[in-house]
C-alpha cells in the first residue's frame, strides 16, 4: 500500500535520513523503531507531506505522492497522528473531532465516522464540551487518534502513541489501535519507542539508526533476535 524508496532528507546541512526504503502491506501494522534522533519522525513527516525529501519517492496505492502538499495527501486517505498529539488545545473535543472531518462533505458518512469513534473511545462522548487542553494525555492521544479517524482514513501514521501517557492507559490505547486496524481494514504505521510493545502488534518492522534503516523482518523474528534484545528490548 505504501512504498518509501530510498528517502533523504536534511535538514540544512545535517541529514536526517540517509535512504530509507521500507514497505507497509494493506491491512497491516508496520512499525519503526529506534533510539532518539533516528529519524522517525522525520520519515512519518516527509511521507505526509510536511517535509519535503531531498532524494527518494513516496508511493502510495501506486501512486507517487512525493510532490503532493499535505493536504492533498489526506485527501488520498494517509492520516497523521503526530508526536506530543497537537490536539487544538482551546477548541472543545467536539471542535476537534470536526476538525478531523473537514475534508468531508457527506453528513451521513461523518455521523457514522463519529459514532464509530465514540464506540471506540466512550470518554470522548462523555467530554465532548470540555477543551482538550484540559484533557489527561491519555484522553488527548484518544481525541487525535479519533480526529485522524472522523477523515475516513484507508492508512493511518501514529507517532508514539505511549509517550506521556500514563501506565495504565498505554494497553487501552494499544488495543483500540489493533482494534482500528483489524475490525476497520485501517493500515498502520506506528512509531514507538516502546519497542516491545510495538513489536508485540505489529506484523513487521524496521529499525532504525542514525538516518538508517539497520534491520528490518518479521516482528516476531525480531523480538528474539540477541542484538535487537539487547540494544532496544532491555536485554
Ligand atoms: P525522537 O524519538 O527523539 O523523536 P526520531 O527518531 O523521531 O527521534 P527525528 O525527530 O526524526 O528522530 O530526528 C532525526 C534527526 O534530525 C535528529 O538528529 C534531529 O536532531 C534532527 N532534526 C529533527 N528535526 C529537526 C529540525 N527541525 N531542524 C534541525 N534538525 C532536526
Known amino acids: 500500500m505504501l512504498t518509501v524508496s530510498n528517502l533523504e532528507v536534511c535538514y540544512g546541512a545535517i541529514s536526517a535520513l540517509g535512504g530509507i526504503s521500507l514497505e507497509?502491506?494493506?491491512?497491516?501494522?508496520v512499525t519503526l523503531i529506534g533510539g532518539n534522533g533516528a529519524g522517525k519522525t522525520t520519515t512519518l513527516r516527509t511521507i505526509s507531506g510536511l517535509i519535503r525529501a531531498k532524494q527518494g519517492t513516496v508511493t502510495?496505492?501506486?501512486?507517487?505522492?512525493?510532490r503532493l502538499p499535505a493536504h492533498e495527501i489526506v485527501a488520498r486517505g494517509l492520516s497523521h497522528?503526530?508526536?506530543?498529539?497537537?490536539?487544538?488545545?482551546?477548541l472543545t473535543v467536539e471542535e476537534n473531532l470536526s476538525m478531523g472531518a473537514y475534508l468531508l462533505r457527506?453528513?451521513?458518512?461523518?455521523?457514522?465516522?463519529?459514532?464509530?469513534?465514540?464506540s471506540i473511545f466512550?470518554?470522548?462522548?462523555?467530554?465532548?464540551?470540555?477543551?482538550?487542553?484540559?484533557?489527561?494525555?491519555?484522553?488527548?492521544?484518544?481525541?487525535?487518534?479519533?480526529?485522524?479517524?472522523?477523515?475516513?482514513?484507508?492508512?493511518?501514521?501514529?507517532?508514539?502513541?505511549?509517550?506521556?501517557?500514563?501506565p495504565?492507559?498505554?494497553?487501552?490505547?494499544f488495543e483500540k489501535i489493533v482494534e482500528i486496524n483489524q475490525t476497520q481494514g485501517i493500515t498502520i504505521l506506528l512509531v514507538e519507542q516502546n519497542a516491545n510493545l510495538a513489536l508485540e502488534v505489529s506484523s513487521s518492522a524496521y529499525v532504525l539508526e542514525s538516518g538508517h534503516v539497520v534491520m528490518s523482518g518479521e516482528s516476531k523474528k525480531l523480538r528474539a533476535d540477541p542484538q535487537l534484545k539487547a540494544t532496544y528490548l532491555g536485554g
Open 81 to 90: 497522528v503526530p508526536e506530543g498529539r497537537m490536539v487544538f488545545s482551546n
Open 106 to 118: 457527506d453528513r451521513d458518512v461523518i455521523a457514522k465516522n463519529r459514532d464509530y469513534v465514540f
Open 168 to 173: 495504565r492507559l498505554i494497553g487501552t490505547i
Open 122 to 166: 466512550p470518554r470522548l462522548k462523555e467530554r465532548l464540551k470540555q477543551t482538550a487542553g484540559t484533557l489527561s494525555g491519555g484522553e488527548q492521544q484518544m481525541l487525535a487518534i479519533g480526529r485522524a479517524l472522523m477523515g475516513n482514513p484507508k492508512f493511518l501514521m501514529l507517532d508514539e502513541p505511549s509517550l506521556g501517557i500514563a
Open 60 to 66: 502510495f496505492r501506486g501512486e507517487d505522492i512525493s
Open 24 to 29: 507497509v502491506g494493506a491491512g497491516s501494522i
